[in-house]
């Protein structure tokens, strides 16, 4: 049985977790709320960075990404985030859904599963 290793861990959940070879992130959310959808999403994108480099991953090695958007109008600001970012010839699988957020402040939450 493979050990599971845990990031950042508070009372009520951990920031990422990694078990037989595959990282887990939690949906993650932009620091700075004041920013635009755009903005937000690069954001969000630079912590996936820093979560997975923990892992000893990297967004080229990212198996599935799920976006949730508080307003699907923000999709395009989105996407000229997540196309300046995500690794040539690396495109995950992704789905984008419009989903109320925790935060009213909240565009962008992202939820990654990659390969350690």
Known sequence: MSDIQRFDVGPRMSDMA??????????QVASDASLDARGQTADVLAQVDALLARAGSDK???LMAQ??????????A?????????AGGHAPPRATVE??????????????KAAV
């Open 18 to 27: 990694v078990h037989n070879g595959v990282a887990y992130l939690a949906g």
């Open 60 to 62: 080229s090695r990212i």
């Open 67 to 76: 976006i949730f958007l508080a307003d699907i109008a923000d999709f395009a």
């Open 78 to 86: 989105m996407n000229a985030a997540w196309d300046a970012w995500v």
């Open 99 to 112: 989903a109320k957020l925790a935060k009213p402040e909240w565009k962008v939450e992202i939820v990654v």
